[in-house]
């Protein structure tokens, strides 16, 4: 064996992935639209730890949920003993940051959040160990009206990113008292039948009955089909309720189907569950899931306080995004800039300063490893990073306190070269790039308008 062996190459968790810059475009899209879409409702950020108390969420989310029982990342804090867990959702440490900042002191409260959650789930198309949710949580409101409000705010969202393979699932899955009633005459109804059970069935039966009703064993099915339904125990304050939801979701021509037979996975839904579903990404094809939870804040020690939200799979989004949606723009910059000579550098960064000053995002050619830095290969970088034009800098453009500006695509043609004084430049590319971009209507651009 050699002394000088390289040293093995350290690889990523699995079912944790890297966001390369290739996609970043996608995801700022994706981020500044939903960002948008929740502050045309009034919807305020809040962002929590990453890391909370295992506790929180064992408490939370309910013993006996796929989450709890076998996918979330917990460890003991070697410094303290302190059982700990990166968050599989954010549900719950939104509202434990409501209770104990008592934000709702002064009247309900709009919540909305984005980041990385994890679950140690069988890596698969549409499912990671490290996935990202964007969500909302309406705490402190009470009636079908903000039910409806976190339904349309998602429709706006996907109209807004032209994604229109995406339908509604809504149903109601009542209060506690109606599932208990529900859940009793369920389980005999599973016991009479307890021949055609699963495994998961069994150990499902007395911990989690709702649960086989989301069985995918199609031996299960018939059976699953007939057994008690939920929206038959409703009383009439949860039936009102309900259709308040619908009447509003009709009234704004929302389209959407009742599933008798969607349940959400966390203990703590009531009342309205929903669920937005595509076709289009396999087996993984739900995007978004919410409802309401009123009686989260109390089981964390909370004055009862009704509360409603979903949580959007960011990845799924995406996916769909990259199929049907809207496509972001793949250039890095406006403008990249050239030079060749030591003067022409020095004047070359102050020409980019000034660009910058102007709003535009410029790219200025650096030294790079092994590369090197003639003047066909810094045009080839040129070209490379998307820029819309190119300033070049060298003794000619020095001498005669000018630079040349090339366009490199667009509507004024590649190849076009004008002589532009070194004080006029800024002006003149943000008036091309602006009129370029007025031409086509394209996202084309970069300029940011200063005020
Ligand atoms: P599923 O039935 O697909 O496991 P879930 O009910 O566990 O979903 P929620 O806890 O409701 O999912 O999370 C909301 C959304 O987050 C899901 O609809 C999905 O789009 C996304 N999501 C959940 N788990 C993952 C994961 N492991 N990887 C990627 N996205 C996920
Ligand atoms: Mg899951």
């Not at 109209?159 to 389980?187: F, K, M, P, Q, Y």
């Not at 005999?188 to 709702?210: G, K, S, V």
């Not at 959400?264 to 076709?279: L, S």
């Amino acid at each position: 064996m050699s002394d000088n062996k390289k040293p093995e190459k350290i690889v990523g968790i699995r079912g944790m992935n890297d966001i390369l810059p290739a996609d970043a475009p996608l995801w700022e899209l994706f981020e500044n639209t939903v960002q948008s879409v929740l502050k045309s409702y009034g919807f305020q950020q809040i962002r929590t730890p990453i890391v909370e108390p295992t506790a929180l969420f064992s408490r939370g989310l309910g013993e006996v949920t796929d989450i709890v029982e076998k996918e979330m990342y917990s460890f003991v804090d070697s410094m303290n003993g302190d059982m700990l867990t990166l968050r599989p959702e954010s549900t719950a440490g939104v509202v434990r940051s409501v209770l104990e900042h008592n934000l709702t002191y002064d009247g309900p409260k709009r919540l909305w959040y984005a980041g990385p959650m994890f679950r140690h789930e069988r890596p698969q198309r549409g499912r990671y160990r490290q996935f990202h949710q964007v969500g909302a949580e309406a705490v402190g409101f009470s009636g079908p009206d903000i039910d409806a409000e976190l339904i349309l705010l998602c429709q706006r969202l996907w109209d807004d990113l032209g994604l229109t393979g995406i339908r509604l699932e809504l149903n109601s899955i009542g209060n506690a008292d109606e599932r208990n009633r529900h859940r009793a005459d369920l389980v005999a109804w599973f016991e009479q039948h307890r021949e055609l059970l699963d495994a998961d069935a069994t150990r499902r039966l007395h911990t989690n009955p709702l649960r086989i009703l989301d069985t995918k064993n199609p031996l299960m099915q018939e059976m699953v089909n007939a057994a008690p339904r939920l929206v038959d125990y409703l009383d009439a304050e949860s039936l009102a309720h309900f259709e308040g939801v619908q009447r509003i979701l009709r009234h704004n021509n929302i389209v959407f189907t009742i599933n008798p037979r969607l349940v959400r996975g966390m203990d703590y839904y009531n009342r309205t569950v929903f669920e937005w579903v595509t076709d289009q990404l396999g087996s993984q094809g739900t995007v978004c899931g919410g409802g309401r939870y009123d009686p989260l804040v109390e089981m964390f020690g909370g004055k009862p306080t009704p509360a409603c939200g979903f949580a959007i799979g960011v990845e799924r989004v995406l996916e769909l995004m990259k199929v049907e949606g809207e496509q972001p723009v793949a250039s890095q910059c406006d403008v990249y800039v050239v030079h060749q000579g030591d003067t022409a550098q020095l004047q070359s960064s102050v020409v980019a300063e000034r660009l910058r000053d102007a709003g535009l995002d410029v790219v200025l050619h650096c030294a790079s490893a092994g590369a090197g830095a003639s003047f066909k290969a810094q045009m080839k970088r040129a070209d490379a990073s998307g820029a819309a034009y190119a300033v070049i800098l060298g003794d000619d453009e020095v001498n005669a306190g000018t630079v040349t500006v090339k366009s490199l695509r667009g509507a004024v043609g590649a190849g076009q070269q004008a002589s532009v004084p070194f004080s006029a430049v800024a002006e003149y590319l943000v008036d091309q790039i602006v009129g370029e971009h007025e031409h086509d209507h394209d996202h084309g651009s970069h300029v940011h308008y200063k005020p």
